[in-house]
């Protein structure tokens, strides 16, 4: 019986396990008794979690997406005039993988081999590019998310007339760590040489912040065949971007790849960034019938960009 087997055989897994779970929980309570006896206002509250893991069909090294995530909504409605809303979402995602991988698997030779009869990685394109993918290095990314969005409503002239504000925050925070690290490649019985062709630790920490308020007025009324709609109001945007990075090379053990535990050159880099939005718009709206509709929109914006 005659085997045919491809490179990527060798370097990739058929298939991979990937895993899914969600958990969720929702309720809502009315707090207020009205006059007829009847029960008004009250909360509603929403609270769902997440797990997500896949893993990448690399069969040699760790390659790996993790995700772990919680939203929450709750509505609360304490009086006729006012109710108040909360949508928060948070995640944490991680990324584990060589930081050499395999790009070129189809353009090896047949004839190369991985491994050398004694254990050691083969002076080939194949050996070197196991060697770097098990050896050479590692890339760890972890991100962190979260999101709020703020809703309060205030109703006059029996729901006629509605003033809202609204605040919404977002901050996305991003760390890397990547390395290269000396790989053995066995060029013969007892003949085991360190590769040095990548020597270096890098670390990068990014954040990014944005703001938003939204003030506005509606107005809404009906009378027999017309309906008016009216509506003002500011918007203010704010965005924070900063980040930071360094890398050294020669380190001092391939086991512990730091920037702190390096010799070499280092390099350190800082960037930073900003933008703001001031704005007033406006809305009027008319129909007659629910078949013909006049509407004029307006909006004045200051940048800072």
């Known amino acids: 019986v005659i085997k045919l087997c491809t490179w990527s055989d060798s370097f990739f897994n058929s298939s991979s396990f990937s895993q899914n779970h969600n958990l969720s929980i929702s309720g809502k309570r009315a707090f207020n008794q009205a006059e007829d006896g009847t029960k008004e206002g009250g909360v509603s509250y929403f609270l769902s979690g997440n797990h997500t893991l896949e893993n990448g069909l ?5 390659d790996s997406w993790e995700r772990n995530a919680i939203r929450s909504k709750i509505k609360i409605e304490p009086y006729k005039w006012m109710d108040f809303e909360n949508n928060t979402y948070l995640s944490l995602t991680g990324r584990n993988l060589p930081t050499y991988g395999i790009t070129n ?18 002076n080939t394109d194949a050996g070197r590019a196991a060697a770097q993918m098990t050896e050479g290095g590692k890339t760890e990314i972890n991100e962190t998310g979260i999101t709020t969005t703020n809703i309060l409503n205030l ?3 029996k729901k006629d007339l509605t003033l809202t504000g609204q605040y919404s925050f977002k901050k996305d925070s991003d760390r890397r760590h990547w390395d290269g690290t000396k790989y053995k490649i066995g060029y013969g019985p007892n003949d085991v040489r360190e590769q040095v062709s990548s020597d270096y630790a890098y670390e990068y920490f990014g954040e990014n912040k944005y703001n938003v308020i939204n003030l506005y007025a509606t107005y809404n009324k009906e009378i027999n065949k017309h309906k008016f709609t009216a509506l003002v109001g500011y918007n203010k945007e704010t965005n924070n971007y900063e980040s930071f990075w360094a890398n050294r090379d020669q380190l001092i053990t391939s086991d512990l790849p730091n920037i702190a535990l390096a010799t070499g050159d280092q390099t350190v880099g800082w960037d930073y960034s900003d933008w703001a939005l001031n704005g007033y718009f406006g809305r009027l709206n008319y129909m007659y019938n629910e078949r013909y509709i006049i509407e004029l929109n307006g909006r004045y914006d200051g940048s800072s960009r």
Do not use: H, M, Q
């Open 58 to 62: 690399n069969r040699l090294a760790e």
């Open 105 to 122: 698997v189809y353009n090896i030779r047949p004839t190369d081999v991985v491994k050398n009869p004694d254990g050691t990685w083969g």
């Open 155 to 157: 109703y006059f002239l």
